[in-house]
């Protein structure tokens, strides 16, 4: 047994060494944004007034969805602070995991990196043990110095010790199981952005399972089912700084376990290479259609862009059944009528709608990055020359690309539109009509392609610096996320991504001088990008 | 029309401060087979890849069939054929739409020497690329670069990977384009293989073209140099080797 986890330290700080970039920009951004926004929002809601406003609003059914529950009412402004991020973190150093694990793992292994560290007298499970202890150690550090930054920052605003320091280990702890279900999926996909993909499909599920569990709830005290079935719902119900139960962080390290030594047995029985889905014994000739430039950019993307449209398709439904629930709760409560609604002619259904849009047009985003960053990583793979050393222009060939990027970002905000329309017409008695949730949906399109501008830009000019489009991802979901609650600070927030540009239908008016100046944009991106990729070397 | 294949004048190319080719001068005949050769680092690739225009050079420049390596790229691609010397393909392509894929984005197809191509190289064209050992990804770049039809024929190391018997193949194959006529720049380690096919020779050592000429016109060089005949074709690599360290 010894002898399958050989040479794991030695691996372990190595990979350490090889995040020392990446996964210190991860912390110091997870840090300030659990203890750095502290003062902001201390300044923002120190006003009674302001303060019941926004504890009126967390807990309507709609907010208890998107954000989690609020515990005790919101008596204390450490609980509001918990209430309005934790949720928010979690997704957030799940993703962070995502990446982390797979790098280490099935990315190494796709490259044939493994095999050359397995030549050397490692143990086999060695590089699978290294990255999770790497995870552990990068997760640890994220908790500790969370804990302790907000207390630093928050004791005078009634953060105690014990829960900063719950607050702390519920992100740490939770960073940690993402990276093990992230290791499951790399043993089971046989390439690396399988088992990103796949884990991403979870973390929206666990986002999704705690939404059933949180809807309709009076705070009993005890976790709801559906809530405890997701980790995400478990975690939020540490209740911190309210009661600070340790024991839903501990349920969530006790299937971390589980999950660690689920991916240790598969990778113990299969074959370097491989995974848990076996290949049948392909085609000797080529289709027509995977005969062109183009057609080999579909083939290629194919898959995980059709993936993704259902999977938007398949969370606006999710989305949508809470409508028929928000109606029901509209007939006996006046006061949340008045308070959601600012126009009388639209319902709280469609203010609710087209707030949880924003959320899916950010999800939109995914597929379009996929798209439109995939000729990057066939240039950092060495196979771009096959096709640029043939009669294929630069342009003919980046263009395709970029031409499935932008049908992609149709297609996906299209679906997402469909999803959420087929489930209000089930749930809702008198559904929110089919044009509204096609306006509100299909109006961030401007916002994608400014997106997709970026991405064609940097692979166009500044190839290395890629990585910039997926935290602009990132970035646009903090700020739109704070930019919808705390309507002052959307002025200058939300003002420096493009999806702040984008009015919210139907409550707002349609801009059309922003949009159109936003595609502008995107195009002219777009145009330098494709122009500057004719004029850099390739690099391997 | 020019009478050469490829010229390359003056070529310098830059990464950053390290100067990856310094100063070449070189040109192929229609009809020629060139060996370029020298160890590993010395530029091989990165000129190959000026020729493709993948690369842009820092100054001179190349000319293939008398046109400008990096403007009239996609020209010039109509009527070359090129195999790389690490060969990466899509893992979830098969080997056998990978090489139809090849073919077309150059133009032309001829299933039949498709198929004797397949037979040559002993390849199965059903199996995904992923489960392809590096010779085998080698012979898929070989099989679809041989059944083309190209004028030039840019060879980057091909025989890496492959064993004796395919080696043997392989040479065959560059004889029966010889034949007809064909361009052949062919970089490469395996000495005898550059011995038994190429017409005349350029070694290139740390970015700095070190000689250029037939086999005998170098060999005589380095007789009247050095007062003695090299023996063989090694002899030759590792006297200009140990000149280009001495500098």
Redesign the interface.
Known sequence: MKEFFAGSLKLTRFMLRRERVTSVVWIVILVFFSAGLIPLLTNMFGDDAERAALITTLESPAMRAFMGPLFDGGDTFAGLYSAMLLLWMLITIGIMNIFLMTRHTRADEERNRTEVVRSLPVGRLSILNAAVLTAIAVNAVIAIVSGICILAVGAEHGMDFEGSMLYGAAMGVFGLFMAAVTAVFCQLCVSSRGAIGFSFLFLMIAYMVRIMGDMNVEDSGSIPIMTALSPIGLLLHARTFVSNDWLPVLAVLAITAVAVAIAFALNRVRDIDQGFISARPGRTEAKKGLLSPLGLSWRLLRNPLIAWVFGLFAIAVSYGAILGDIETFLESNEIYYTLMVIDPDISLAENFASTIIVMLAICCVIPVLIASLKLRSEEKDGRIEHVLSRSVSRVRYFGGYTFLAFAVSVAATFASALGLYASAVSVMDTPISFSFCFNATMIYLPALWVIIGLAVLLVGLIPRATFICWAMMGYSLFTLFFGRMIPSLSGWIGKTTPFGYIPLLPRDSVNWLALGALTLIAACLTAIGLFAYKKRDMTA | MSDFSLEITNLTKKFGKFTALDDISLSVKKGEVFGYIGPNGAGKTTTI?VL?????ATSGGAKVFGMDAWKE???I??R?A?V?G?V???????G???????I????SSDKAMREEMLEAFDLD????C??YSKGNRQKV?LVAAFASDADLY?LDEPTSGLDPLMGEVFVQQVQRLKKSGKGIFLSSHILSEVERLCDRVGIIMKGKLMQVGTLDELKQKAAAEDGKLPDSMEDLFMRYYKVSEAV
């Open positions: 890849r493709l225009g993948i690369l842009q790229a996609t020209h691609h109509k070359i090129y790389p690490d990466n393909l899509w893992p979830n392509l098969t056998g739409e990978v090489i139809d894929l090849f077309s984005l150059r133009g064209p059903s199996k995904k992923r489960t770049a840019l």
